[in-house]
């Protein structure tokens, strides 16, 4: 059974920053692209950003460019996603998600408020 | 950037009516367009990827069809279990995008 977990949501400070962390099991890790789906609170779904499998390509959503990083490590079989300078715009639910063009496999999500 | 306009917001059926969502690109997305439900609460769940072809155990009710600019999800008979929301996606262009969601309430 595919199953990703995502960690590391949280209150946050504007300004501030927070590491998302996502492990996955029952697939083969190596063999796909990943990425981070996020959806504000009552509002629709955007995408972030997606890793290639060996990490060497990443592609970023503008609003985040340069303050977002995300990274892999495949002998954990773990995504991660480095956020800061976050703004109150950020907060949402951040998805892990299987898949660089397609999202076959989504996580439960992590809520990630950004909050004075 | 691609965008992604549904409609309509919100489409108020019964179980057993047909239903019928459109979504229309920007530009073309050749057949690179994913369809999506959410329930609340709930993550979303692939439906349909390359504008017709169902995602694994996605039952035969859900078809797709379009290309270009002009795609639709058809919902064959409702059942309870599909009053949701729904979402298409491109990957046409390196930056992913969404739709706003169409809304399929009773």
């Known amino acids: 059974e595919v199953q990703l977990v995502e960690s590391g949501g949280g209150l946050v400070q504007p300004g501030g920053s927070l590491r998302l962390s996502c492990t996955v099991s029952?697939?083969?890790?190596?063999?796909?692209?990943m990425s981070w789906v996020r959806q504000a609170p009552g509002k629709g779904l955007e995408w972030v950003a997606n890793?290639?499998?060996?990490?060497?390509?990443?592609y970023y959503v503008d609003s985040v460019k340069g303050r977002f990083t995300i990274s892999r490590d495949n002998a954990k079989n773990s995504l991660y996603l480095q956020m800061s300078s976050l703004r109150a715009e950020d907060t949402a639910i951040f998805y892990c998600v299987r898949g660089g063009g397609y999202f076959d496999n989504w996580g439960q999500g992590t809520l990630v408020t950004v909050s004075s | 950037e691609i965008v992604l306009t549904q409609s309509p917001a919100t489409l108020s059926l019964s179980p057993g009516e047909r239903a019928t969502l459109s979504c229309r690109a920007s530009q073309s997305v050749s057949s690179y367009l994913a369809w999506y439900q959410q329930k609340p609460g709930q993550a979303p769940r692939l439906l349909i990827y390359d504008a017709s072809k169902r995602a694994t155990g996605i039952p035969a009710r859900f078809s797709g069809s379009g290309s270009g600019t002009v795609f639709t999800l058809a919902i064959s008979s409702l059942e309870p279990e599909d009053f949701a929301i729904y979402y298409c996606?491109?990957?046409?262009?390196?930056?992913?995008?969404f739709g706003p969601g169409t809304k399929v309430d009773i």
């Open positions: 996606q491109q990957r046409s262009d390196w930056l992913r995008t």
């Open positions: 029952g697939f083969t890790f190596t063999n796909y692209w």
């Open positions: 890793i290639k499998e060996d990490g060497s390509d990443k």
